[in-house]
């Protein structure tokens, strides 16, 4: 069974401190990388993609890939009360790129303010 | 506006009942995926189409049925063989020739059993 993990949490941040959620999977043939914030009782909305190793900024998120350890990450800088949701690490186990994503169970992200 | 429309939004399910859930994108994605997600859980995957007239099982495709002949289009019918139905149904898509591309979801079909 291929799958994706991640700690469900609750992980509790300061409000301004970075939060820092981790995912790990289990196919090494994976090449797409997703990262959605739900709100509860919302649909996922996306949030960052990353395809190759290393970090992708954009605003105050980082997604970090590490293929060869089969972990990526996301890093929200100056965390805001807003960013309180759960994140859900999305990857793209089955090979082709359109045939549906397999998702970890997600991050309940508490900021405090 | 481009986008993903899910309908109803809540849906309650008598036993005995089939039930069928709407999803219609005007996006001209030819991808399209159901996705099921329980309290406190992930999504998993249901169906899924890449182009009119075809469709995959998921991983837990057992008690639902879809169909694909509109390619904007993509209606999933619970069915009386699904014994524990109550859950959160997203529908998504995204544009095939672009495959790595992320999906985007609509806003989703809450369904609950009377």
């Known amino acids: 069974q291929k799958e994706v993990e991640q700690n469900s949490g609750p992980l509790s941040v300061p409000e301004g401190a970075i939060a820092s959620l981790n995912c790990t999977y289990s196919?090494?043939?994976?090449?797409?990388f997703f990262w959605y914030r739900q709100y509860s009782g919302k649909s996922p909305e996306l949030i960052m993609s990353?395809?190759?190793?290393g970090d992708k900024e954009d605003g105050r998120f980082t997604a970090q890939l590490n293929k060869a350890s089969q972990y990526v990450s996301l890093l929200i800088r100056d965390s805001q009360p807003s960013d309180s949701a759960t994140y859900l690490c999305?990857?793209?186990?089955?090979?082709?790129?359109?045939?549906?994503?397999?998702f970890g169970k997600g991050t309940h992200l508490i900021i405090q303010p | 506006d481009g986008g993903i429309t899910q309908s109803p939004k809540y849906l309650f399910r008598k036993e005995g009942q089939n039930v069928t859930l709407s999803c219609e994108q005007n996006?001209?994605?030819?991808?399209m995926y159901w996705y099921r997600q329980d309290p406190g859980q992930g999504l998993r995957l249901i169906y899924y189409s890449q182009i009119v007239n075809d469709f995959q099982k998921g991983d837990i495709a057992e008690g639902y049925s879809v169909s694909r002949e509109k390619k904007e289009s993509f209606p999933l019918t619970v069915t009386s063989a699904q014994k524990n139905p109550t859950a959160f149904y997203l529908c998504?898509?995204?544009?095939?020739?672009?495959?790595?591309?992320?999906?985007?979801f609509g806003d989703g079909t809450r369904l609950s059993i009377l």
């Open positions: 990353i395809y190759s190793n």
């Open positions: 996006l001209n994605h030819d991808a």
């Open positions: 999305a990857v793209n186990i089955r090979g082709g790129g359109a045939d549906g994503l397999t």
């Open positions: 998504a898509s995204n544009p095939l020739v672009h495959s790595n591309q992320p999906q985007h």
């Open positions: 196919d090494r043939g994976s090449q797409s």
